[in-house]
Every structure is written in C-alpha cells, then in structure tokens.
C-alpha cells in the first residue's frame, strides 16, 4: 500500500493551507505490493485480535505508546486497556508484524468456511461487427487462455440480435441461440438456465481449452441481412444495427448470480463492443454526436460528457449483486458513447479499454497483462486521520468564502472536493469506500481540511499529524499455494478465499511557515488530485470551465508564491511588473508544476471538441487518468524525453518538450515516454552507420521492455527515422511549442507565451 502526499509537510492550521494554494491531500494504492518507500509489509495473522482505540476506531500501530497494561493511540491519544490475549501478544514482540512496521498485512478468520470458489470468466463477444473484429477478439482470448490457472471456468456468449451460449465441453462445438427483443424494455422470453445449464456453459479451462479455441474458430460476423431482418426500423426511420448489449449483459448477470457464492466468489465478464448499443433495451442514441450541437449553439464539449440513460449504471448494480465484474473492450472509431456504458464497468470494478483501429490495437497484451497480475475484491478501504484534521468536506469551506469574488469561490470549491476513484461510499459510515474489484495499480485520492481553528500544535507537545488507511480486501488462492503453505489437505486441487487486513500509518511533519509548505511540494501527487479535480468540473461544468479553473489555480498559486516570498513590491496599490516570478526560482520543488499544467491544458484530457479529441477518447482517459498512480499519471500528462549517442548509451536523462531541446542537444537518438506510447525517434542527421531499429540487446531496449513491464496496460511502441518516415508521431508531443489554446503551432512561443499570460493573470489578480 503506497500512501503520497501532496506536501510531505503538512500546513500548520487552515490559514497557511489557504495561503498556500496548494492542494491538500494524498493518493492511495491500497493493493500495492510496497508501500512508497519501497518496502514490502510485514505478514502475520491474527489480524481479528489486533488491537483497535475505543475512541476513534483505529488500530494499534508502531507509533503507539505501549505499556505493560494499556497502549494510548497515536491519533487521538485516547488511553487504551489491552486484553488478556493482547497482553500475551505483546509479551513476545518479536512475533508481532505491527511492532517491526508501520505497514502490515494480516490474515483474518474466514469469513465461509467450506466455500470452494473457482475464478470464473466470461468473453461475451459482438458479432454486429467485423471479421477484422472478431480475428482481433480471438487473438485476446487466446492469450487469455494461456493467462488462466488450471481450475478457472470459461464460457462463451455472443450477442447481436440474438444472445449465443457456447456448450464446449462435448466432442464439437454448440452454440444455442435466443433472439433479442427489440423494443426498449423487453427481456428475454427464456431463462438462460433453462437454454443451457450454467455447469455446462461454464467450461474447465485445463481440460477444455483446445476445444474453447475451436469454439472461437467458428465466430462469424452476423450479415448484413440478418441485421436488417431483425432490427428493421429503429428510432425515427434510422435503421438499427443489431447489437442488442443491454439485454445479453443483463441476462447474462442474471444466469451467472445462481452460483454466486457457491461455484464462485467473483466472475469476471469480457465485454468485446465494436460500436455502440442500438438494439433492445439500452440502446443508445449517437446521433446526439454530430453537427446538431453547431445547429443548436450547444457546447458538445459540455453536452458528450454525462451519460444519456441511466441503464447501465443501473445494470453495473445488477452485475455487484450478481459478483460479477465486467471490463468493457471497445475496438471502434465510431461514436460509441462510453460516457453512458463506462459505468458498466468502472462501478463494477473492472476496467474501461478503448481501442481505435484493430490494425495496431494491443488488445491480446492487454487481456494477459491483466489476467497474469492479483487482484483483491469485496474490498473495504477506511482513512483516518489525526484528530485536527480529516477528509474534506466542500460545501462549509466553499460557503465559508461567499463573499470573496467569483474566482476565488471557485478555486475554493475546486481544492476541497472530496474523495476519488472508482469506488463508491458506504451508506452508513463515514470516509469509509467499498472497491469491489481492484488490482496493484488502483489508486484513490483523498483532499484534506481541518477540524478547527486551531490546526497542529506549533510547539511539540502533541503527537505529530498521522494518517492510518486499512484496507479489508479478499484474494482467492490457488491450489499451489496452499499446497506450498502446508494448509492443503482433503481439499486438493481447489481453490480458496482468503480475507486479509492491510494497514499502513505514516507520520508526517509539519510546516512552520508557508516557505517549508512550498520547499515540501511533490508535484506529481499535486498534478493527481488536479487531475481528479478538473475531471470532476468537466463532467459537471463542461471541459471549458475545468481549463478555466485549472488556469485560475496556477494564477493563485503563483500570487500567493510572490507575496510570501515578497517578491512583489507595491506602490500607490498595484504592484510592481517587474517582480512577478512565475518560474517559481525560488523553490525548486515547485519549478515544474507550470509545465504539468500547461501539458494537462494541451491534453486531449482537457482540449476542445473542435480540436478532434473524439468525445469517446476524452470518456477513456477519463477513466484511465483517475486510476493510475502519480508517477504514472505524471509520464501520461508530461511524457518523458531522453537523448541516446548509440543505442548503448545515453547521452542526457531529461529534456524539455521542444524541438529546441532537439537541436541543442545534438543527439542522434531520441526516446520518448508518453506511458501509453513509447517513440524511438533517430533524427535526419544521425549516423547511417547506427542500428536501426535498436538491437534488442541494446540498453534501450532493456529499457524499453522494463517499462512496457512495469505498465498496467501495453504501450505502443513506434520507430521513426527523422527526414525518411513520417515525425508526427513524434513531433505532436514536443507541445512547448504549440499554443495551448489549440489555435496551431507556433515558432517558439507555445509555453513561453503561456508563462507570459499566467503573468499578467496574476497582476490583474493582484490588483
């Protein structure tokens, strides 16, 4: 579990965090295997009987005092009895994992005993598509197959007009089919346990697997006719596809929830889509994308964001109570609408993936990377904190400053909303999240506010602001586990649950004026929560009011920076041009926050409709963005640009995003992370004589496979050879020389003239 926080010293009281501008809060990464120093927890069991105060909640830690009798807690200093059982625990200290660690895992009871359960999957693939399609979806599934552990079960659906249930486990191959319903609220006619027994759709992998791959064979597109035939006229005379997805997913949760609990305790659904919904109940309305918006003056960059029908988050709740997860697969360059079906997955716990073309899709690496890393489910994630402060609340802070102008009401709103991620509450308790399903990448963020007035002691004489995240999560165990733990008797050859507890407490600092704030930034866990933060203003407000207000919190934040370094000189009430830093000299933690949110502001994140950013496009890195951790996240917005002289060795680790940097540097060789794409740019004038492309024993090669290792979804890969092959590829990420309004290139003025803008925002703020 890795806990970052956005300053590694905390601000003093609610006075110096509003003076500073800055973001308060953390990121967390609860299934993590390290925490962010890079250190592994430390295993026990037992983890029922830890300790826990009587006034807050919290668990015994390394930080608490312990005495022979009682321990006092390290949040609330709350003084605490131990039990007969703790005081014999704690008599033996060497055995106890939170005496060595602040970060632990432990075992909990079983919560059912006797319950056997089997990982089960599902591939429900849309044949209203394309042979190219399908060939793409078989090569996934079979890399799929080599991913799954002996004892997983597999079936196949498909579904177009017709919803197909695949029975593999005989000599050939049968498929029984049951037609869709057109209309907008029908269900199928027949229960899909009474078409096929879910034992018998329900294949075992290591026995079944060549006979799944022949399955798969046999997939053909529906043709034209039949989607004619059986879609007819849809809305207003347009002729529908044929896709019904809403009514097979739906029956499909429903046919896979009679053995949830029993044959399983979590199945995982493989949703392939090559277009949108248009058939059944569902069915999606694209033509809301399109030039009706320029016909109606509306802001498509407003108007694609929310979802159109609340169907499929009403059917991810089907699916939780089904134990079914779904990840979605969209392999489509037509408007699909994923801001209606990402809830599908995301509320589910699975993942979002969108591919554009089947001709360089990384669909197949994607499906095994996924399938080959843990996961936990039935997750419960719970932060508390010292009693000074506390996960934050927007609505009193926001209120609190209805005087102030517009902008600052809005900067205030956008620094405190609250929690993060693709988790949801829980009804009752408060800051506590239910996951249900999330592997080691998953990350959450939390903003931060004070209690009260009064803030943190100033003088030592309480304990330091702590910060405790526990996190309850399931795994199921394979069968060579077990046997290897020695906990593998009678029930040889299945699986098993297990129930774990992971806590990890951090102690931080505080600040004792705003200049160690500012000296204590991290940038990339700030760049996370602004991330969150603009997402939230777009998909409520539109992409233009979240640039707005992400432009707003640079011009405060770089105010605010002036005058507590008084850099600013006034004089007959406005202040003095000369004076404004707004390169952050002062403070070298904080030199690279212009340049992140330049580069989020070019992000096709945040740029506008008119610029080509596919509404489709802009849902997925919505998605992607709010669910990976801050260095990642930090490559994605700001790739990373290196200079080799030979593919053996490198030249310079870091160069800005410019061709300028390219021309100075005088290499021949250029590699550039963009975490989703990965460039090996050989300028016009390298050497003939060098390797191209570079030797796969080379260093950057070595580098490049531990990166595309270290990913949670594949990278692109893509060698270009400057002056012979096109640069785009490459070129369009050198974005310190375009205009970050998107009105085109410019020669050497893009972030330049940026910085210059933030300067007189500031000066107009000031005055």
């Not at 969108?354 to 095994?368: C, G, H, I, N, V």
């Not at 500012?518 to 760049?527: A, H, I, N, R």
């Not at 080799?644 to 992370?673: E, V």
């Amino acid at each position: 579990m890795a806990v970052r926080a956005t300053v590694s010293r905390f601000p003093i009281d609610s006075d110096a965090q509003e003076n500073s501008g800055l973001p308060w809060g953390v990121t967390v990464t609860p299934f993590a295997t390290k925490d962010e120093e890079d250190r592994a927890p430390a295993y026990g069991t037992d983890g029922d009987l830890l300790p826990r105060c009587e006034n807050c909640w919290a668990y015994f830690n390394i930080y608490c005092y312990l005495d022979q009798w009682s321990w006092t807690c390290c949040l609330c200093s709350q003084l605490n009895g131990l039990t007969t059982k703790s005081i014999a625990r704690y008599s033996l200290p060497d055995s106890c994992p939170e005496l060595k660690s602040s970060f632990v895992d432990l075992e909990l009871p079983a919560e059912e005993e006797g319950l056997q359960p089997q990982p089960v999957y599902v591939a429900a693939i849309d044949l209203s598509s394309s042979e190219e399609f399908l060939e793409l979806t078989k090569s996934a599934l079979l890399a799929a197959l080599e991913a799954l552990a002996p004892g997983s079960l597999f079936g196949i659906a498909t579904f177009s007009h017709k919803l197909g249930l695949y029975d593999v486990q005989g000599p050939i191959p049968v498929v029984k089919n049951v037609f869709i319903p057109p209309d907008t609220e029908g269900t199928l006619s027949v229960e899909l346990e009474d078409v096929m027994p879910l034992l018998q759709f329900l294949a075992p992998v290591e026995t079944c697997k060549d006979r799944i791959a022949s399955a798969l064979e046999t997939l053909r597109p529906t043709t034209s006719w039949e989607r004619t035939t059986a879609a007819g006229q849809g809305m207003d005379g347009v002729l529908m596809g044929g896709r019904g997805f809403g009514v097979a997913m739906e029956a499909l949760f429903n046919y896979l929830g009679s053995e949830y609990g029993s044959t399983f305790a979590l199945a995982r659904v493989f949703a392939f889509l090559s277009g949108p919904p248009d058939y059944g109940a569902g069915q999606l309305d694209t033509r809301r994308y399109g030039e009706q918006y320029a016909s109606k003056g509306e802001d498509a960059d407003r108007a694609l964001l929310p979802e159109q029908t609340p169907f499929y988050k009403d059917l991810a709740a089907v699916a939780i109570q089904a134990g079914v997860c779904v990840d979605i697969f969209a392999v489509t360059n037509e408007y699909t609408d994923l801001a209606s079906l990402k809830f599908l997955s995301i509320e589910s716990g699975g993942s979002l993936f969108f591919y554009s073309s089947t001709d360089d899709s990384t669909l197949p690496q994607d499906m095994y990377r996924m399938l080959t890393r843990p996961y936990a489910f039935n997750c419960i994630l719970r932060m508390r904190t010292s009693t000074e402060f506390k996960p934050g609340h927007s609505v009193s802070i926001a209120t609190s400053f209805a005087s102030i102008f517009n902008i600052v009401l809005f900067l205030i709103k956008f620094l405190y909303w609250l929690q993060y991620g693709h988790f949801f509450p829980d009804p009752q308790y408060e800051n506590v999240q239910h996951i249900i399903c999330c592997d080691s990448y998953a990350t959450y963020a939390y903003d931060f506010e004070f209690a009260g007035v009064d803030g943190f002691s100033r003088h030592g004489s309480e304990p330091p602001p702590m910060v405790q995240t526990v996190f309850q999560y399931t795994v199921v165990v394979p069968p060579e586990e077990l046997e290897n733990s020695g906990l593998l008797t009678s029930s040889r050859g299945k699986y098993s649950l297990k129930r774990r507890l992971r806590i990890r407490t951090v102690q931080f600092a505080t600040a004792q004026n705003i200049n160690e704030i500012y000296d204590s930034v991290v940038p990339e866990v700030v760049l996370s929560l602004l991330v969150h933060k603009v997402i939230l203003a777009s998909l409520e407000q539109g992409v233009r009011e979240g640039r707005l207000l992400l432009h707003d919190w640079l011009v405060i934040l770089t105010a605010q920076y002036n005058n507590a370094y008084k850099l600013v000189q006034y004089k007959n009430g406005s202040s003095m041009t000369s004076q404004i830093d707004v390169s952050f000299s002062q403070c070298p933690e904080m030199q690279h926050l212009p340049r992140l949110v330049f580069a989020l502001l070019r992000n096709p994140l945040l740029r506008f409709h008119e610029e080509g950013v596919h509404p489709d496009y802009r849902i997925y890195l919505q998605c992607l963005f709010s669910a990976l951790e801050p260095s990642s996240l930090h490559r994605a917005v700001y790739p990373m640009l290196t200079s080799y002289s030979t593919p053996d060795k490198q030249a310079y680790p870091r160069h800005s995003l410019s061709r300028a940097a390219l021309i100075t540097s005088g290499s021949p060789i250029f590699f550039l992370d963009a975490f989703t794409t990965l460039v090996v740019f050989y300028s016009s004038t390298a050497d003939p004589t060098l390797p191209y492309p570079p030797p796969h024993d080379c260093l950057l090669r070595s580098t490049i496979n531990k990166l595309k290792q270290e990913r949670c979804i594949t990278p692109k890969l893509i060698f270009i050879r400057g002056g012979q092959e096109d640069a785009s590829a490459f070129e369009n990420f050198l974005i310190e020389e375009q205009d970050v309004d998107g009105s085109g290139l410019t020669s050497v003025t893009g972030f330049v003239s940026f910085l210059d803008n933030i300067t007189q925002s500031v000066l107009e703020y000031m005055k």
